[in-house]
């Protein structure tokens, strides 16, 4: 079909479509190679915190698990900090749960803990205050809401620590607590499930200080760059070996 000369000028003058413009810089990222994922990883690692920390106290869920990974990996959370169920509890790993975190703890500083108490003074030899989320049943209490106004300013930094939905935190966590934190509801659902419960949490809190991305240290980052890009073509291959995420 032939164009006039007046449409075919306007459509030039409008330059290439919103389509071919994605195209293009999906090409162009393609095509990069290592130059293009070296720019990705420094913009991450300008973007990561180590300020807050989450804590996993016997989440025995691997789904559960594997979505706070991947939840804390998309919001810029560098490390998570597990704590093992008590003993005795069973555990049994769904099949194929891994693929709930779609390969994010690849990119995360994962630490593992055989106790309450190592974690409480690993958050004293850090000066890191230790926050417990747990909701309050009633009445006046001394937890504190998650909410501008209620949380101290600057941020200080922190563990936030989750449990389980159906136990909750450990008496001995609370105990050790530095402050109890929870996130106000507004239904007559009170609890939530663990994972959507660490994204509501980490992201008000990142809300309420923004200041405390990229705190990495120079050492932290010179050690996490090589990692991070070795990781990246780990997940290309498992990528375009499993096909799209639903």
């Excluded at 998570?80 to 005795?88: D, I, S, Y």
């Excluded at 050790?176 to 929870?182: D, E, I, L, S």
Aim: charged content about 20%; aromatic content about 4%.
């Amino acid at each position: 079909r032939e164009v006039s000369p007046e449409v075919g000028t306007a459509l030039k003058s409008a330059g290439p479509s919103p389509a071919a413009t994605v195209g293009s810089a999906l090409t162009d990222r393609r095509v990069s190679g290592s130059c293009g994922r070296s720019a990705d990883v420094d913009e991450v690692l300008n973007r990561r915190t180590a300020h807050i920390v989450v804590v996993l106290e016997g989440v025995r869920n691997s789904a559960n698990q594997q979505m706070i990974f991947r939840t804390c990996e998309a919001l810029g959370i560098q490390e998570v900090w597990l704590v093992p169920p008590p003993a005795g509890a069973k555990y049994h790993p769904p099949p194929r749960s891994r693929n709930a975190s779609r390969g994010s703890e690849r990119f995360l500083t994962l630490r593992r803990f055989g106790s309450i108490s190592d974690v409480a003074l690993t958050c004293g030899s850090e000066d890191r205050e230790l926050w417990v989320t747990h909701c309050p049943s009633g009445g006046p209490s001394t937890a504190t809401r998650l909410e501008a106004g209620s949380v101290p300013s600057p941020l200080p930094k922190l563990a936030l620590v989750l449990g389980t939905e159906s136990e909750g935190i450990s008496q001995e966590m609370l105990r050790k607590a530095t402050r109890v934190v929870y996130l106000p509801m507004h239904g007559f659902v009170q609890s939530l499930n663990v994972a959507v419960a660490c994204s509501l949490m980490v992201q008000r809190l990142l809300d309420l200080a923004p200041a405390v991305r990229g705190d990495l240290s120079s050492e932290t980052r010179a050690e996490l760059r090589p990692r991070f890009l070795a990781s990246l073509r780990l997940t290309d291959d498992a990528t375009s070996d499993d096909g799209p995420d639903a």
